[in-house]
């Protein structure tokens, strides 16, 4: 697919439906600039994506608004622009997924030794620290916190379905009973982010789109609780590090391999060799496999959800999908 049609398809599903006019408006200019395509046509492919451009203009500058003043902007401030996108990745690490991981991964026997791959700067690490509030088709609320209290990071949530197996008898909802006991957090990723540096941080939150100030208040809140008791985070490739993260968990714990919108970046032939290694660690181990990616990126996955399920993230527990889950956390609805 080529470029323009690259930004025309992300203004038309994924800006469009995430909530976000400025970057559908944006992403339309990009789709109808011959020049600007020419640039983003000199980068290598994987670099070319517009959620990267367009965090890399905001973190350089760009003027808030529609894309005719950008487009104004971006001739003269390309050179930071490009600088930016060859050097950096989108590794948007949205904390509000835990809400939608949560009812499956607080059904897993504990205590658990928790793994992500892709993890960015360990946002999603820390299920068991962050507040959550639910709430049901039927208007009901239910808050869960963490056993010392409420957290500064507070995970709204919508959701509906059955409850997850192996819950307690007494669970009448889909809403988890507890949180789950993390004893043991680590991650791995091409290249870790630290929270405690400012300009990570900052990419980060020019990762999270512009209507959606309140992600970015939630990030900055996470962010908060990371630097307060940092993760073991690994610089490495994931389909050959996260075997020996595996490995170094405690023993007496359940490893959780856990990642979100990570696996869409491998090859097929990548995608494939790291099943094999979650399947291999699932008999080995007995590792947990909790994937939550986009609707095409494990077809098996996706062959597996009842008839008329609405395309969205899938989460699957070990290659079978459990739920539906909203791409930025603020739904569930459990199969």
Known sequence: MDTAAVYAQFAGSQARNGGSPTYEDWALGVATDPEVCALLDTLPEPKRQPNLLFAAARLVGAPAGGWA?????????WPDVEREMRTRATQTNEPRRCATLLPTL????????????????????YPDQYSYLYTSPDGGRTRLDPADGPSEVLLPCDIEGPVPARMPSTVTGPVPARLPDVVWRAGIDLNPLDVRDPDDLAWLEALVWPEHADRVETLRAAARVVAADPPRLVRGDL????ADLVAAAP?????????????????PAELAEFTGTMERLRRTRGVVWLSNEGWTVLPDVAARLPAGAEPQFILARDGAPVALTDPHGRSVRLL
């Open 69 to 77: 003043g950008v487009r104004s902007w971006l001739p003269a401030a």
């Open 106 to 125: 607080a059904a897993i026997d504990g205590p658990v030794a928790l793994v992500e791959v892709g993890a960015s700067a360990g946002l999603c690490l």
């Open 239 to 242: 389909l050959s590090g996260v």
């Open 251 to 267: 023993a007496e714990a359940t490893v959780v391999v856990q990642n979100s919108a990570v696996l869409y970046y491998l090859t």
